[in-house]
């Protein structure tokens, strides 16, 4: 039962536009959501997160939206880099210390 | 430099041989974890620590074994009760009383039993 799912394992776009990767969820008790980057051969590196109570949460290049009602949240990259290129990671937490992550998209930025 | 190490890198083993994942944290963090990662699946999460000398089993915790004699060690022992151990393995931490639940991961450790 995947309680968080990335349904794109793959997402290529073209340097300078917008990257705009997926997650659904179907646990209503997540109450936090991260993601996370991943590049090859290293750990998962934390990347901006956004608590339940919000809608929007703001770093830099990176936005997270989250859609309470619909279960989902994005995550835009504006612009997007070749250095952008990673695996994501989608994740959500009840507020202890289990984290639920999906399976991950790849985001290839073509230069 | 603070961070967590996790060794070795790549790890080769035979069948119904018991083997230990090292994992040190110097982040001064509470919470320690291990993850399991597969092709195609999102991070399972097979134990974790909230404190010294105390774990608790995560999602996945059968044929795996772990101890926490110190804060800034948790080693994980992948056992021979373990069916299917060739795997990914990342270990991380978080600061427990900080509410915001990010984890620092370590570069992580490939299994590979034969």
């Known amino acids: 039962d995947q309680q968080v799912k990335q349904n794109s394992p793959s997402l290529s776009v073209q340097e300078g536009r917008i990257s705009i990767l997926n997650c659904d969820y179907t646990?209503?008790?997540?109450?936090?959501f991260l993601w996370y980057k991943k590049y090859p051969a290293e750990g998962p590196t934390f990347l901006i997160s956004i608590s339940s109570i919000k809608d929007k949460n703001e770093d830099g290049r990176f936005t997270v939206f989250l859609n309470k009602s619909a279960k989902h949240l994005s995550l835009h990259i504006v612009p997007s880099q070749p250095g952008d290129s990673a695996v994501y990671f989608c994740?959500?937490?009840?507020?202890?210390?289990?984290?639920?992550f999906g399976a991950g998209t790849r985001l290839f930025v073509k230069a | 430099d603070g961070g967590i190490t996790q060794s070795p890198k790549y790890l080769f083993r035979k069948e119904g041989q018991n083997v230990t994942l090292s994992c040190e944290q110097n982040l001064n963090h509470d919470a320690m974890y291990w993850y399991r990662q597969d092709p195609g699946q999102g991070l399972r999460l097979i134990y974790y620590s909230q404190i010294v000398n105390d774990f608790q089993k995560g999602d996945i915790a059968e044929g795996y074994s772990v101890s926490r004699e110190k804060k800034e060690s948790f080693p994980l022992t992948v056992t021979s009760a373990q069916k299917n151990p060739t795997a990914f393995y990342l270990c991380?931490?978080?600061?427990?009383?900080?509410?915001?639940?990010?984890?620092?991961f370590g570069p992580g450790t490939r299994l590979t039993v034969t």
């Open positions: 991380a931490s978080s600061d427990s009383t900080s509410g915001i639940y990010e984890q620092y």
């Open positions: 646990n209503s008790m997540f109450d936090y």
């Open positions: 994740a959500a937490n009840t507020g202890g210390f289990k984290t639920i």
